[in-house]
């Protein structure tokens, strides 16, 4: 695999200006970022966000003692600056509504498109932490409960001793050249017209290189070659990190693999850049952009500008 020279791009879920505070999680410390009076925590019920005004709400901490939290309670995210961060997860929804009068709650997925920067990143941070520790309650180990450690970021099985942490889950996410045309893919539940670049997991014992060359020979019957690493994403949907790359395809045809698509083509490079333009989808000739919160949209932008 190809390196390349990092592109700074203003993606989205990246850039909270976060220290983890990873020598300061012990119960002392937490308490005390906990009591501060600067210190802030976001607000969740079932996934999604409390905002206001299309902003993320953040009270104080001590603002939510009492209140039915799920597992793990207050989850420490980390320090922004000197503002100890957290965010809480709700069991009851009338709970999360009444901390602030008028605010709402409304998915991240929604909020993508409205937000960008520290609160975006914020909120992934929030989500992937707090799905981890709804799908990892019990000990895969052991089977037994496990509890939260280290403000969250890590359970500990109380029966067995056995330690475990946040899970992320690695995809690669490639754009496949050919000269001016790149090959894009539609999933089977997507609306008619979107497409995006093709994607998929790495697996066990595989390199970046490897699972690139393999996803696109398994889902169009394509053979890829010079997979080169562009840059990388944290998804939270759920835990995901996309390494955004480009490939060169050695030949063109499409077979596809139904289960995974529902579709694929190729579009020239004056097509993708007519529906950066502002192009209306036209069945055959254009089709519906990745939106900007996604890596698709930043490898097709940075494909533009080479």
Known sequence: ?????????????????????????????????SKAENARALIMFQGRFLVK??????VHPMQVKGAHLYDPGPLFLGLD?????FACSFAKEDEALKLVKGAALDHLRNLSFLMDGRPLALAGRAKSLLDWHRSHRFCSNC?????????????QCPTCETDHFPRVNPVVIMLVLDGDNCLLG?????????????????SPGESLSEACIREVKEEVNIDAENPVFKFSQPWPYQGQLMMGMFCTAK????????KELADAKWFSKDTVRAVFAG????????????????????????????
């Open 1 to 33: 695999m190809t390196a390349t020279t990092p592109i700074a791009l203003p993606m989205a879920f990246t850039g909270a200006p976060l220290d983890l505070a990873e020598n300061q999680r012990d119960t002392a410390s937490l308490t005390v970022f």
């Open 81 to 85: 600056g000197n503002i100890p961060i």
């Open 279 to 306: 192009a209306k989808y036209e069945e055959g000739k254009t089709f519906i952009c990745p939106p900007p919160f996604t890596i698709a949209h930043q490898l097709l932008k940075v494909w533009l500008a080479e």
């Open 186 to 202: 539609r999933g089977p539940e997507w609306p008619d017209g979107a497409f995006s670049a093709l994607a998929g997991y790495v």
């Open 53 to 58: 005004n299309g902003d993320l709400v953040m």
């Open 251 to 258: 030949n063109t045809k499409i077979t596809l693999d139904t």
């Open 143 to 155: 089977g037994k409960e496990s509890k939260p450690q280290a403000g969250g970021v890590t359970r």
